[in-house]
Structure formats: structure tokens, C-alpha cells
């Protein structure tokens, strides 16, 4: 889609920031409400909107919420208001045009990581890998997966690799050693193995 500009008088979260308030239209994601002058360019504004988050997570295996909104906020060249950016997401998300996946912290929380769609084959790929890796090896560092994965580092690469073993570590296929190295759960194996035999 070609973006054309976005004029934010006749587009906002609050109905009086709209030249037009009182002829507004109202479109509300996931409890924010969205306000135009016509219907019309109300949805070119979300599909544009969509189209720049997109486009920014697309390049990138995974990414956290607060780096992709920052990558859109220097494609658009202007402050993206959060309420916006998080209401258009969750479409995003409710579409299946992105997912997520859900990452163990070291500290034992749930942090999701996204990925666009066209990027899920190769995030499953990455993590059987990672998986098969670790359970052959019983230690796996990030750079050892980033070697793997991106032959070519670059910005957001580490991250990526990291991710992944967040998400093996919330599977219950990897545990913390430290925040740069993971471990196979060899007493989980072990347990499994007993249980069956």
C-alpha cells in the first residue's frame, strides 16, 4: 500500500482533537477508541498504520514490543501516541498477521516476543535447531545460536537468539544458567525416562 501523509486533525484516540468531533466516526480496538472524520480514511489510517508496524517487525526474526514501537516511530518521523500503537497491534495480532510467542525471563516472568507471520516458519525452524543443539550439547550460549542462526549479526540479532531460548526455557527445554547461557533440564529427562521405562 502507498502511504500517503496522515493528517492527524481529521485522526485521533480523543473525539475533540478531530476537526470534525461532532460529525466523528469511532472505530474501537481492544477498548481504544478511534476517531475520523469519514469511514473511509479511518480505515486507510489503521491498514497504513498496520502496514508500518509491519513492515518494521517483518526484517527481524523476533522483537519485543517497546523496540518495534520504536522502529515505527522513526518510520513515521513523528510520536506515535502508545494507546494507538498498542490498539493496532492487538488487531494485528487478533488477524494472525503477527503472533507471539512466550519467553521465560531469568527471573522466572513471561515476557512475548513477536514475530510476523511470514517470519514463523523460520522462528520454528530456529528453535528445533536451538532445541536439538542444547539437548546435544547441555549447554548452549546465545552467540552460539546467533552464529547459527545469523551468520551475518546485526542490530536486533542477539535479542533474536535470545528469544529463543527464552521461549525453549518457558517450553521447559532449556533452564538458566546465567543470563547469557542455558542448560538442558537433564532432571526432567531423567524423570520422563524413569516414568516411561
Not at 500517503?4 to 469511532?26: L, P
Not at 522462528?123 to 550439547?137: D, I, K, M, P, S
Not at 546467533?146 to 526455557?169: D, I, M, Y
Request: proline share 4%; net charge positive.
Amino acid at each position: 500500500m502507498k502511504r500517503r501523509g496522515i493528517d492527524f486533525s481529521k485522526f485521533s484516540t480523543r473525539r475533540s482533537d478531530v476537526d470534525c468531533h461532532r460529525d466523528a466516526v469511532c472505530l474501537s480496538l481492544g477498548g481504544v477508541n478511534l476517531y475520523a472524520c469519514d469511514a473511509e480514511y479511518l480505515d486507510y489510517v489503521v491498514e497504513a498504520k498496520s502496514a508500518v508496524i509491519e513492515d518494521s517487525l517483518l526484517p527481524h526474526l523476533t522483537m519485543l514490543r517497546n523496540p518495534l514501537a520504536k522502529l515505527v516511530r522513526e518510520e513515521v518521523k513523528h510520536p506515535v501516541e502508545r494507546r494507538l500503537f498498542t490498539a493496532i497491534l492487538g488487531r494485528l495480532l487478533r488477524l494472525g498477521r503477527i503472533t507471539c510467542f512466550p519467553c521465560l525471563t531469568i527471573n522466572g516472568k513471561v515476557l512475548r516476543t513477536l514475530v510476523h507471520r511470514d517470519q514463523i516458519g523460520t522462528f520454528q525452524e530456529q528453535l528445533e535447531w536451538t532445541v536439538g543443539a542444547l539437548r546435544e550439547n547441555g549447554v548452549l550460549a546465545v552467540r552460539t545460536v546467533e552464529r547459527h542462526c545469523f551468520p551475518e549479526p546485526k542490530w536486533g540479532t542477539w535479542v533474536s537468539s535470545s528469544n529463543l531460548l527464552a521461549h525453549a526455557a518457558y517450553k521447559g527445554y532449556a533452564v538458566y544458567a546465567d543470563k547469557d547461557r542455558f542448560t538442558w533440564p537433564g532432571e526432567i529427562e531423567n524423570a520422563v525416562r524413569s516414568a516411561i521405562d
